[in-house]
T-cell receptor
Framework: GDSVTQMEGPVTLSEEAFLTINCTYTATGYPSLFWYVQYPGEGLQLLLKATKADDKGSNKGFEATYRKETTSFHLEKGSVQVSDSAVYFCALSDPGNQFYFGTGTSLTVIP | GAGVSQTPSNKVTEKGKYVELRCDPISGHTALYWYRQSLGQGPEFLIYFQGTGAADDSGLPNDRFFAVRPEGSVSTLKIQRTERGDSAVYLC?????????????FGPGTRLTVL
């Protein structure tokens, strides 16, 4: 069945460092791909999405490109801030509207 | 505007008891999802409603779990004969319409603890 595998954490970075969180997926059809973020004490919220191959989703300085050839959707940010500290979840949705989430990657950014 | 709300925020119960968890989606959202999230894990799909009907309940772990959405708005997740392994955060999400590229809006979750 469909699934998402993401890089295990926790990840600790200094402010202004470059961030990459790897995500790969397995899907039988043509899924849409998402990154969700959960800030401390808050609910899950959508960070960015891509609905077809080669699409790039971007928001708040974060980017991820839907790579069909490598079945990947890695999250990147050029310069992280302390306020980016959160748990990040990669997810896919299949044509049946079922969502599959990765296990989450905890990011801590230190000043 | 109001987001997705879930009540209660915390529920502590004893093994074998029955519990109900409520979700109020964003007004007008036709799709509603229930997930279960265990510590250190991502949300695990339980059931998806489109309107009043369960479009996909393949994620419900067993027949102790049941969910309803009688008027196509509020949904209740019901767990019978609770077990300690049911302890988790139960998340609800709603979406404006079906389609696999639509954003899901999540509620804050209900933390269920079964003693």
């Amino acid at each position: 069945g469909d699934s998402v595998t993401q890089m295990e954490g926790p990840v600790t970075l200094s402010e202004e460092a470059f961030l990459t969180i790897n995500c790969t997926y397995t899907a039988t059809g043509y899924p849409s791909l998402f990154w969700y973020v959960q800030y401390p004490g808050e609910g899950l919220q959508l960070l960015l999405k891509a609905t077809k191959a080669d699409d790039k989703g971007s928001n708040k300085g974060f980017e991820a490109t839907y790579r069909k050839e490598t079945t990947s959707f890695h999250l990147e940010k050029g310069s992280v801030q302390v306020s980016d500290s959160a748990v990040y979840f990669c997810a896919l949705s299949d044509p049946g509207n079922q969502f599959y989430f990765g296990t989450g990657t905890s990011l801590t950014v230190i000043p | 505007g109001a987001g997705v709300s879930q009540t209660p925020s915390n529920k502590v119960t004893e093994k074998g008891k029955y519990v109900e968890l409520r979700c109020d989606p964003i007004s007008g959202h036709t799709a509603l999802y229930w997930y279960r999230q265990s510590l250190g894990q991502g949300p695990e799909f339980l059931i998806y409603f489109q309107g009043t009907g369960a479009a996909d309940d393949s994620g419900l772990p067993n027949d102790r779990f049941f969910a309803v959405r009688p008027e196509g708005s509020v949904s209740t997740l019901k767990i019978q004969r609770t077990e300690r392994g049911d302890s988790a955060v139960y998340l609800c999400a709603s979406s404006p319409f079906s389609g696999n590229y639509n954003e899901q809006f999540f509620g804050p979750g209900t933390r269920l603890t079964v003693l």
